[in-house]
């Protein structure tokens, strides 16, 4: 018996109302491109807009969205900068820690409790799709690291629920996130979550910050030696000796840091001491989401730190955190015109950080935080009174 045969007994026995939902169900496949989802309550719908996410996957969602989850690194930032504070509809476990490190949680932690756990959450986390359903999500927007750790199709076909990949650090470079890749990621979820209004303001106003630095800093014809350390990473203690080849703070300050010298890769490293007592840069400057790792390195081994110039001078100042389980993009700036005003007093002596922290917190947050992270850090101050040498 051929096929065409099977196919004809198969449609003669069937119910005419169960033939008109296959035929239905055929229809809708057909008219998205081959995909029908379900929501959390077991109803079948078709996607009605077509999204492209940053690994180039077609997506289709509902063209109404008020309910999301956000899993991995960065992700539940950038939906939050992206004006989506009140479609989040489940937390990661990690979120609902101490994380005053990260903007996003300095300024809205208290909305995060009492939502559903959609997992453990982490840079090293599996999606839990079990737990991502309580949440009842109408969309699920991931990072590039969750998309490495779990196909994103297979989620989707887990869950029965779109699945997005969104860029919350540039391509190449996990950890940093460049202004190109965040306004592309912006654009994109400005589509997903209908606040392209937001989002398309949002980042006009980093092409103007970007401008800015870029006009102040292009050309100047004396650039100090400069190390940024205590960078955080993946342990997010990696101490005085954690940096970044190619600092993207830097880089909108048209400025090198020793390390660029050593010709490596851009990225993380663990540098040797050795390195910073040959290069002796002039100035130094610490991410105070590890200053007290620092300090402790510091009263272990006060000589070494001496030997360095920077120490010596009282040339030592400190940043708000870049990276926090996510790129502090709010930071991110600050930091560049903090650096900036130290290096190139008469390029930025216009600019008050305190003002232009109000600023930047209140455009990317809608609230300015600069007096919450006081609590927790000496904020953009010279911080050589914590190494006495």
């Known amino acids: 018996m051929n096929i065409f045969k099977y ?56 063209k109404e969205i008020n309910k ?22 489940g937390i990661e476990q990690i ?84 202004p190109n890749t965040f306004k592309s990621s912006m654009s994109l979820l400005g589509e997903i979550l209908g606040t392209t209004d937001r989002t398309n303001e949002l980042n006009e106003y980093v092409n103007s910050l970007v401008s800015d630095l870029n006009s102040r800093t292009s050309d100047i014809s004396y650039r100090p030696s400069v190390y940024v350390g205590g960078l955080p990473y993946k342990t997010g203690s990696e101490g005085f000796l954690g940096t970044d080849v190619d600092f993207e703070v830097l880089n909108l300050i048209n400025t090198k840091s020793v390390v660029d010298n050593l010709g490596w890769p851009p990225g993380f490293y663990n540098i040797d001491f050795s390195y910073l007592l040959e290069t002796q840069p002039e100035f130094v400057f610490i991410d105070e989401g590890n200053l007290e790792t620092v300090i402790s390195e510091f009263s272990q081994n006060k000589q070494q730190f001496c030997s360095l110039n920077a120490f010596k001078n009282g040339n030592v100042y400190g940043l708000l955190p870049y990276r926090w389980y996510q790129v502090n993009v709010t930071n991110e700036f600050l930091s560049a015109y903090y650096i900036g005003k130290i290096l190139y007093p008469d390029n930025f002596s216009d600019v008050d950080i305190v003002s232009l922290a109000n600023e930047i917190y209140t455009k990317f947050l809608g609230i300015n935080i600069y007096s919450d992270y006081l609590k927790y850090a000496p904020g953009y101050v010279n911080i050589s009174g914590y190494f006495q040498c």
């Open 7 to 62: 196919i004809h007994l198969f449609i003669f026995h069937m119910k005419r109302r169960d033939f008109i939902i296959a035929i239905t169900a055929l229809a809708l496949a057909s008219i998205v491109g081959g995909v029908v989802y379900f929501d959390n309550e077991g109803n079948n719908y078709s996607g009605e807009v077509k999204i492209i996410d940053s690994k180039g996957r077609t997506v289709y969602i509902p």
């Open 68 to 89: 999301v989850v956000a899993l991995g690194p960065g992700t539940l930032g950038m939906v939050i900068y992206a004006g989506g504070l009140d479609k989040i509809s």
């Open 95 to 178: 979120e609902l820690r101490n994380m005053w490190g990260q903007d996003c949680w300095l300024a809205y932690h208290d909305k995060f409790k009492g939502l559903p756990i959609i997992g453990q959450g982490g840079p090293n986390a599996t999606p839990d799709p079990s737990a991502i359903l309580t949440a009842k999500p109408q969309v699920i927007i991931e990072d590039q690291l969750y998309a490495q750790v779990m196909d994103p199709n297979q989620l989707q076909e887990e869950t029965k629920i779109p699945v997005i990949v969104v860029y919350t650090f540039s391509p190449k470079r996990i950890g940093e996130l460049g």
